[in-house]
C-alpha cells in the first residue's frame, strides 16, 4: 500500500518527532513538544485507517480527523517557531503540504459520492 498521502504523512511524521526531541533536549520545553508529538503522529495514523475504512463515508470521516490533526499541528509548530524555541520553518511547510493533499483527497472522495 502506498500513496503520496500516507508516504508524506509518515515523513511530517519522523521529521516532528526529531524535533520534538531536538527542542526538548536543548531548551527543555516539553509542553509544546508533546502536544505536537501527539497530533503531528496520528495524521498519518488516522490516513492509514482510512485505507482500511468500512465504505466511503467512514474513509472520508478518518480523513476529516487526519486533516483536523493536521491543523493542531500547524499551530503548535507556529508557536514554536514563533516563541522562538524552533526556528527551521520547513517542518511548517511540510505540515501545510500534507493539509493540502488532505484536503484535496476529502474533496475528491466527497465528489465521488455523487
Known sequence: ???PLLEKSKAFALAVIKVC?????????????????RSGTSIG?????AFYAHGRADFI???QI???ECSE???WLELLIESGYYDNRTILEQCIEVKKL?????NTAKSNLK
Open 1 to 3: 500500500m502506498s500513496s
Open 21 to 37: 526531541n531536538d527542542v526538548k533536549s536543548s531548551k527543555r520545553e516539553s509542553v509544546l513538544t508533546n502536544q505536537l508529538i
Open 45 to 49: 495514523a488516522n490516513i492509514r485507517e
Open 61 to 63: 470521516a478518518k480523513l
Open 66 to 68: 487526519a486533516l483536523k
Open 73 to 75: 499541528s500547524e499551530y
Open 102 to 106: 488532505l484536503i484535496a483527497s476529502i
